[in-house]
């Protein structure tokens, strides 16, 4: 299987990326970094069967990406302890750094890649991977339809995929989604798919929390034309709210989503010192900065507050309470080093 990241946007190889999965017919996997490389409605991303494809690939093509906490090193029990690596990446010092590479390549991903579809063309008999393909189909598929499910609860606190199906539902193919948080950011990233590179920002491996309105920000002035969207967890917002206040001034119209869950949860059975942020109106804040406002308690009620939000024209703020207690399920780190 493939896995890439982030280098193949620094080294604009999005077009190489997908040359090389359709020349040889595996499936791929991109980290949250260098999401929509790839649009991830391509019939070899299964991306709700990653973990399984991790544990049984006998073969690892890792470029432009960092082999760290994200993806547990690329070492057991996430990944088969008798797969072979290979590694390509710009950096030599990446090559073995967290597992030894059989093969390891030094390159710009464009130009490896590039050669690699060359070398390979007409080589490669992808059909002897349909039976692990079609078995990786049968899991994505089921697993698809429990998040579904889950996506279509109407229960009350909000559960946060809902709230991340009303966006995902509401946003444009190729809109610019930002997302900052802890538990916001796990959600987001099985519940909605990305289809364009360069539209998905979030805050890094090393969880560098606040930068969600920024980047949305920031994604505006580049893009003035594109729909932008920000998913903040209240915690996240929290450390760069006043930015509602620049983009008042300078007029950019980008909506942020807050799941307010009233507290830092990534572990919502564990009570400690300043857990509880309390439920804040953001909304209200936004109201008095010259933006647009808007408090949602009942899942129905999240698609026309976007919907209006958008037709305001201005900065908006959608404050959308969800419930405390979920916790993402979908998340396997090996721990929080890089």
């Not at 997908?18 to 991109?30: K, M, N, Q, S």
């Not at 008999?125 to 609860?153: F, I, P, Q």
């Amino acid at each position: 299987m493939l896995i890439s990241g982030s280098g193949i946007l620094w080294s604009d190889a999005a077009e190489e990326l997908l040359a090389l999965v359709d020349e040889l017919g595996i499936p791929f996997y991109t980290t949250p970094q260098g999401s929509g490389v790839v649009a991830e409605d391509h019939a070899l991303c299964f991306s709700h069967a990653r973990s399984t494809a991790f544990r049984e690939a006998d073969v690892i093509i890792a470029v432009g990406t960092r082999l760290n906490y994200v993806i547990g090193y690329a070492q057991p029990p996430r990944f088969a302890a008798g797969a072979k690596l290979v590694q390509i990446d710009l950096d030599p010092a990446e090559i073995g750094r967290n597992r030894p590479a059989d093969i390891g390549i030094v390159g710009d991903a464009k130009a490896v890649l590039r050669q690699i579809v060359g070398a390979a063309g007409g080589r490669v008999n992808a059909k002897r991977y349909a039976e692990w393909l079609a078995h990786l189909g049968s899991v994505n598929r089921g697993k698809r339809a429990e998040s579904e499910a889950a996506m279509r609860t109407d229960q009350v606190p909000i559960h946060p995929l809902r709230l991340c199906k009303e966006v995902r539902d509401f946003l444009d193919r190729d809109a610019i989604l930002v997302v900052d948080g802890q538990e916001i950011l796990n959600y987001g990233r099985q519940a909605i798919p990305t289809y364009v590179a360069g539209h998905r920002l979030n805050s890094g491996p090393f969880g560098t929390m606040g930068v969600g309105l920024p980047y949305g920000l920031g994604a505006k002035v580049a893009k003035p034309d594109a729909q932008v969207l920000v998913l903040h967890g209240d915690g996240s917002f929290g450390l760069n709210a006043m930015e509602l206040d620049t983009a008042a001034r300078h007029h950019l119209p980008v909506i942020t989503v807050i799941s307010l869950n009233g507290g830092w949860t990534a572990d919502p059975e564990r009570n400690k010192p300043g857990r509880d942020l309390g439920y804040t109106r953001f909304d209200r804040m936004a109201e008095a900065l010259g933006c647009y406002g808007e408090h949602v308690e009942e899942p129905d009620g999240v698609r026309p507050a976007l919907e209006r939000a958008a037709e305001a024209g201005v900065p908006a703020v959608v404050n959308v309470v969800t419930d405390w207690r979920a916790r993402a399920t979908t998340v396997q780190f090996a721990d929080y080093s890089t």
